[in-house]
């Protein structure tokens, strides 16, 4: 699943016999977004579970007078991680870390905004190690599971954060080879891809992730006919499209620019679809930042090492600068489009 242990509703891996996984994870981050703001106490979560006479809990509790507490229970033993004081409370997505290793017998619990590289953290020591079973369970969202309406997605990974997130389209995205179209999800690297101009690159890193369809990772769908010929695309919201036309020429004084899907949403021609619990994804990096070629879309390649040390090849619009499109496409009509 792309650095995943487990993500909410979404088969876990095969257990290799038997109807769940064994083992313990005792290592890692649980992580989950939510929309906000909640009014007063709410619990987001609550599973409970007995085998035995074996009781086991896991609960999350949301106060944004006071703060996060996530009450963890196996047996006999507890663990009660709080991260204390008043949450920021304007609209959006929060998301929220817990990150322990038993092995040190520390944890830390964070509070975030997705985009706003700020966030508020606690820390402590004694977790506890969380049974696959019971997480493969609260991940299927069975009757042992209680989630609040706002409680968008919940996932597990065995790193100390949500694996990073870069650019990308779905896996069924149709690419240019020398070949002929190939879907993204059967590239590999060191296999060639075509780009804009004509000219081929070869793959450096294909990185393929399952994420979460809602929350920060909510996709874009460019429709078509209106953005795309012949089939709608789903991209990631940040993925830089390749636009030309008439319109293009004329606002910004150039026949090509790159435009984040983002900024293409306007509920008819582009929208963020929210009808995924999870996607496939698959992000292609072919070194220097370049148009890869699409079936009807070009697209800006991924950097999976970072910062790119050179340059896209054309300007990139900013949000604001990409509204007289939407306002031009609502006055005329369409006369500009992906490339």
Do not use: K
């Not at 809990?57 to 196996?74: K, M, N």
């Not at 040390?309 to 006055?331: C, D, H, I, V, Y």
């Amino acid at each position: 699943m792309g650095g995943w242990l487990a993500l909410s509703q979404h088969d876990p891996p095969p257990p290799g016999g038997g109807a769940t996984r064994a083992g313990l994870m005792t290592r890692g981050a649980l992580v989950l977004e939510l929309a906000v703001p909640l009014r007063g106490a709410q619990v987001l979560l609550d599973y409970h579970a007995a085998t035995n006479g074996w009781e086991r809990t896991f609960s999350i509790l949301h106060d944004t007078e006071r703060g996060l507490t996530i009450r963890h229970r196996q047996g006999p033993a507890v663990a009660i991680c709080r991260l204390e004081g008043r949450l920021p409370a304007e609209p959006g997505i929060a998301q929220i870390t817990l990150a322990f290793d038993i092995h040190r017998e520390s944890w830390s619990l964070s509070y975030m905004r997705p985009g706003s590289g700020s966030s508020v953290t606690a820390s402590g020591t004694a977790p506890l190690a969380l049974p696959l079973e019971d997480l493969d369970r609260i991940c299927a969202l069975t009757p042992e599971v209680r989630r609040h309406d706002a409680l968008l997605w919940f996932g597990a990974t065995t790193h100390d954060a949500a694996p990073r997130a870069a650019s990308w389209v779905h896996h069924q995205t149709a690419i240019a080879t020398p070949s002929g179209l190939r879907q993204a999800g059967s590239l590999n690297p060191g296999e060639t891809v075509l780009l804009h101009d004509g000219t081929a690159r070869r793959l450096q890193s294909v990185r393929r992730c399952d994420l979460p369809g809602r929350g920060s990772h909510t996709p874009v769908r460019l429709r078509a006919p209106y953005i795309v010929p012949g089939r709608d695309h789903l991209v990631s919201a940040d993925l830089p499209i390749l636009m030309t036309g008439g319109d293009i020429e004329d606002l910004f004084d150039e026949e090509e620019v790159l435009v984040a899907a983002q900024h293409l949403t306007d509920g008819l021609a582009a929208l963020f679809d929210t009808g995924h619990m999870v996607l496939r994804t698959i992000s292609l990096d072919i070194g220097a930042p370049d148009l890869v070629q699409g079936d009807g879309m070009a697209f800006l390649s991924a950097s999976h090492a970072g910062a790119p040390a050179t340059p896209p090849p054309l300007r990139q619009l900013r949000g604001f600068e990409a509204m007289p499109l939407l306002a031009a496409l609502n006055r005329n009509g369409m006369s500009w489009r992906a490339a």
